[in-house]
């Protein structure tokens, strides 16, 4: 019984990291976005030096909460004092004294503590208690991770609260300086605000002989991939495959980035070397291999390599679709594309590039009412898709819709990205109306 509690406890603790930020007992709880919209800490803390300065217990809040996550424990545990002066059932208050009085090894005060939240703030008994026990350093850093972990695992990840997941990864690091997994953590969440210099230098304090050194360096070369220059990028990828002996996904992030980067008949040498490796994910790169060819305009090769793929995993609905909408451009095998589209469609109904390819399927079917509602679907869920509102004009035009295909038409001109590769054949099509 007392088990089955503990993991509700835990599932429920999931929903703190949301936003909006759910009381934990009271509103002092609420933390204002404000000061936090930047996740500048070292700035949220430039002035509580000042004595002349009032702050409210929300602004000491997110002050120990900037302190825990710059790692000063010391000043948090200053500001933690503060704040129970005023609540003396803050949560995150006494959660921070409590870690100060574990890593300096004040036990008694730690029992005075735990008998005064006994069968009363579930939370702290979880993180830092088993069976009124306290535990080790190392399991209480293990429990503060696993909160962080599950909360990814059963929240949206726009609802998530970044200030309390860094808040509770911190202190997972600073209790136990060894949790590489901690560290890790605290680089991608500092990663996913786009925190890049300080991602960067957290995934650079795991060392090799650490089991979470591969990933750290996976995490690294992501990072120097979406963030760089392509110059720094490429050397600093490059770097990191070769000081880690040409590790298979380091080799396969390098081939990514040439492939975004336009590079493909780099990414491609990188995939066939890949390809030797024969690994679990070899229908992916015969995938990307594929994506490439068809860049360079070599459609056979491209054709070639969907098959291969699809023969390793027939069910994959990216290359489903990749395949079949090359066909539907060069009018061949529509009946087996619009097949292959349906059977895409229905594994990934959200996806408004395959919603797309069915459509068009559905127009050079000549299948035009079945076209026009799921073309209209697409402008729902990506309203400023351009070559889809160039699709959704063509079909209105086919069904005698002239003006409707107009007005479509000139928005897909106005939002056309270059490499959507569109604008001199809907300029054309737009001058022969005005001809005409």
Known sequence: ????????????????????????????????????????????????????????????????????????????????????????????????????????????????????????????????????????????????????????????????????????????????????????????????VEKIKIARDIFKMIKPNSSYYIDAQISLAANYSNYSPYEEAEKNIKNIVKNNNNYYYLKKILADFYRVNKKYALAIAIYDELIMQNKDDLWNIFYMKGICFERLGDWDRAEKNFLTSLDIKPDSANVLNYLAYGWVEREIRLDQSLEMLKTAYEANPESFYIIDSLAWAYFKKNKLNEAANLMEKVIDIAPGEAISLDHLGDIYYAMNRKREAIHFWQQALELAEPEDEIEEKIQNKLNKINAG
Request: charged share 20%; aromatic share 14%; with cysteine.
């Open 1 to 192: 019984m007392i088990i089955l509690i503990k993991k509700l406890l835990f599932l429920t603790f999931v929903c703190f990291f949301c936003i909006p930020l759910w009381a934990f007992s009271s509103s002092s709880f609420l933390i204002s976005q404000s000061a936090f919209k930047n996740y500048d800490y070292s700035s949220t803390l430039f002035d509580f030096s000042m004595e002349e300065i009032v702050f409210s217990n929300t602004d000491l809040l997110n002050k120990v909460i900037a302190a825990i996550i710059t790692e000063d424990l010391n000043l948090a545990n200053k500001i933690a004092n503060e704040i129970l002066l005023n609540d003396n059932e803050n949560q995150e208050a006494y959660i921070v004294k409590l870690t100060y009085l574990v890593l300096n090894k004040n036990y008694n005060k730690i029992e005075h503590l735990n008998s005064k939240f006994e069968n009363k703030n579930g939370l702290i008994d979880f993180i830092f208690f088993n069976n009124s026990e306290l535990k080790d350093k190392t399991s209480i850093s293990k429990t503060l991770i696993d909160i962080v972990v599950s909360s990814f695992s059963n929240t949206d990840q726009k609802s998530l609260n970044y200030n309390f997941l860094l808040f509770y990864t911190s202190l997972a690091k600073i209790i136990d300086k060894n949790n590489d997994k901690a560290i890790l953590i605290k680089g991608e969440l500092f990663q996913n």
